[in-house]
């Protein structure tokens, strides 16, 4: 948790665990060459009882003969859940102090019984091995917790052996809140009817499934490079490889795909996991799945994780004239469109009608009417080179398995009012450069860089 010479953060709310944690590291620090500060953050949740802790803080470190950084922040006008928003607030803070700095470690107060609260408080809402690892006894951004071995008992003990005073929260006894409630009613009827050391079983099981997912965030990196294809975002998955997994594998590979479009797991439960699965072993090629902050979609053999889009369609729209020679980029499909005239000197009778899915050959002096770059739009019909008749590109996407989201930002060419090339599908019937063709438009296709 700590090396030699390091300055490290103790945050302090006020409270008995975080004074405790403050006396113990400054009884440490001279043999371990720790440089103590304090951090506290106002919530202003309780008005003067607030203001009070603040100055009990401050107060505190003066006797101690540290530095303190007080931060205020208005946690009662945020939107999210009350606790939630005052855990993102001291994290924000506690992660400034890092980044800045100020400090190389923040030191917590959360102990064993803390752990096991969270673990019971996560089994319950039904979370897996993950949500089961609880509270992190090190985490890689610098935040410690040097007392998650130690029951609240033992903290109360210390405190009381040395005459040490600390603030009371009385929001910690009201039972409104769901941890309250395990803590005052669940975890002490299990003790009493059940198991008297299940606080430190609930710990053993966090510090078991840590261990596993230990392993399987390596495990996860290593499959995720071999699976995932990453777009704007978004993360793509072939269905055919994640049948292929054992289940357990598939799920966390399901979970791992979700994390990475969205940023975090919040409100993803086993039952959007499930469902993705079920959606990925159908024999009908299509399916979607909504989750909270994702949409995920399956069109043909594969599946695409990514945060909602909302209603692009009159945005997404775009018309770009196309210079010759020139390149026209087209970012939202990722391409880069590139036209070259060629005479016919330059080059020979059979590559003059190449097409395959980076080129495309047209014959310069039957175009007519200005060059511009489109994406596709439905009713959009042409008949490709090689084709018996016109056909909708709708119907070309779908003979060709093109996924859904690919066909939004499809470009196609067009001279006037005609389609004169498609992307993948190549050049119209009757543009198309043949064996007579003097000058040749040569269109090629590539990932943009």
């Given at each position: 948790m700590f090396r030699a010479g390091q300055k490290a953060g103790v945050a302090v709310s006020g409270g008995a665990d975080s004074v405790c944690l403050l006396y113990a590291l400054v009884e440490l620090a001279?043999?371990?060459?720790?440089h103590l500060s304090v951090l506290h953050l106002n919530h202003h949740l309780r008005g003067e009882e607030s203001r009070r802790d603040a100055e009990f803080v401050r107060d505190l470190a003066a006797t101690l003969g540290l530095a303190v950084a007080v931060r205020e922040a208005d946690v009662g006008?945020?939107?999210?859940n009350l606790e939630q928003a005052a855990r993102e607030a001291?994290?924000?803070f506690f992660r400034e102090a890092l980044a800045g700095g100020a400090v190389d470690r923040v030191a917590l107060g959360h102990t064993l019984s803390d752990q096991a609260e969270t673990v019971l408080f996560r089994f319950l809402r039904g979370a897996g091995t993950a949500g089961l690892s609880g509270i992190r006894p090190v985490l890689a951004e610098g935040i410690v917790r040097p007392l998650i071995e130690v029951e609240r008992a033992e903290v109360a003990r210390f405190l009381g052996e040395r005459g040490i005073a600390w603030r009371e929260d009385a929001?910690?006894?009201?039972?409104?809140?769901a941890r309250n409630r395990i803590r005052h009613q669940l975890l002490p009827q299990l003790a009493r009817e059940w198991n008297p050391a299940i606080a430190e079983t609930l710990a053993h099981t966090a510090d078991w499934a840590l261990a596993e997912e230990a392993y399987w965030e390596a495990e996860m990196d290593r499959l995720a490079a071999r699976h995932f294809t990453e777009k704007g975002g978004a993360v793509l998955v072939r269905v055919d490889a994640l049948a292929a997994l054992p289940l357990a594998v598939g799920r966390r590979l399901v979970r791992c795909a979700m994390e990475r479009a969205k940023g975090d797991l919040r409100g993803i439960d086993f039952r959007h996991i499930a469902a993705v699965l079920e959606v990925a072993a159908g024999a009908g090629g299509s399916g979607r799945v909504q989750a909270?902050?994702?949409?995920?979609?399956?069109?043909?053999?594969?599946l695409r994780f990514a945060r909602p889009a909302g209603n692009r369609v009159p945005e997404r729209n775009y018309r770009v004239p196309a210079q010759v020679p020139g390149v026209v980029r087209v970012p939202?499909?990722?391409?880069?469109?590139?036209?070259?005239?060629?005479e016919k000197a330059e080059t020979s009778e059979n590559s003059a009608c190449v097409y395959n899915k980076?080129?495309?050959g047209i014959d310069w002096q039957r175009l007519s009417g200005p060059l511009e770059v489109r994406n596709w739009r439905p009713g959009d019909q042409y008949q490709p080179q090689g084709s018996t008749g016109a056909e909708k590109i709708k119907t070309l996407f779908q003979h060709a398995r093109i996924p859904l989201w690919e066909r939004r930002?499809?470009?196609?060419?067009?001279?006037?009012?005609d389609i004169v090339w498609a992307r993948q599908f190549g050049p119209a019937a009757r543009f198309a450069a043949g064996p007579g063709s003097k000058v040749v438009l040569q269109v090629r296709e590539a990932e943009a860089r």
């Open positions: 001279p043999r371990w060459d720790l006008a945020s939107p999210d001291r994290l924000s929001t910690n006894a009201a039972c409104m809140f909270p902050g994702l949409d995920i979609h399956r069109s043909f053999a594969w939202a499909a990722g391409l880069e469109i590139s036209l070259e005239l060629i980076e080129m495309g930002d499809w470009p196609i060419l067009t001279g006037g009012p």
